[in-house]
Nanobody
C-alpha cells in the first residue's frame, strides 16, 4: 500500500507559480494512476488533474486547463503539480491521491496553497 506526502504549498501572488510535490512510499508507485484534488473552505473537494501510471497522458479540470500540469517521476516515486498563472480562486488545500481501480482510495494529508490578489 502506497503512502503519500504532499509538499510545496505556500503563499503566492496572483499570476505567480508554484510546484507541488507528492512523494510516495513503497515499491509499487508505478502501479498507481495519480490525481490531484483541491478543497477550498466551505466548498466541496474538486478534481484538478490526473496522470496515468507511466506518465504518458494527463487530463485536467476545465478550470485549470492551460495553467496546471501534472507530471510524474516514477524513479523518484513522486508526482508533481506545476501551477502557473495562479488566481485567488485557486486558493485551497491541495491533495494528491492514488488509485489502481476507478476510485482514488489512497490520499495524502494535503498542502495549503494561498494566492493573494
Amino acid at each position: 500500500q502506497v503512502q503519500l506526502v504532499e509538499s510545496g504549498g505556500g503563499l503566492v501572488q496572483a499570476g505567480g507559480s508554484l510546484r507541488l510535490s507528492c512523494e510516495a512510499s513503497g515499491r509499487t508507485f508505478s502501479s498507481y494512476a495519480m490525481g490531484w484534488f483541491r478543497q477550498a473552505p466551505g466548498k466541496e473537494r474538486e478534481f484538478v488533474g490526473a496522470i496515468n501510471r507511466s506518465g504518458s497522458s494527463s487530463y485536467y479540470a476545465d478550470s485549470v486547463k492551460g495553467r496546471f500540469t501534472v507530471s510524474r517521476d516514477n524513479d523518484k516515486n513522486t508526482v508533481y503539480l506545476q501551477m502557473n498563472s495562479l488566481k485567488p480562486e485557486d486558493t485551497a488545500v491541495y491533495y494528491c491521491a492514488a488509485r489502481i481501480k476507478l476510485q482514488y482510495d489512497i490520499w495524502g494529508q494535503g498542502t495549503q496553497v494561498t494566492v493573494s490578489s
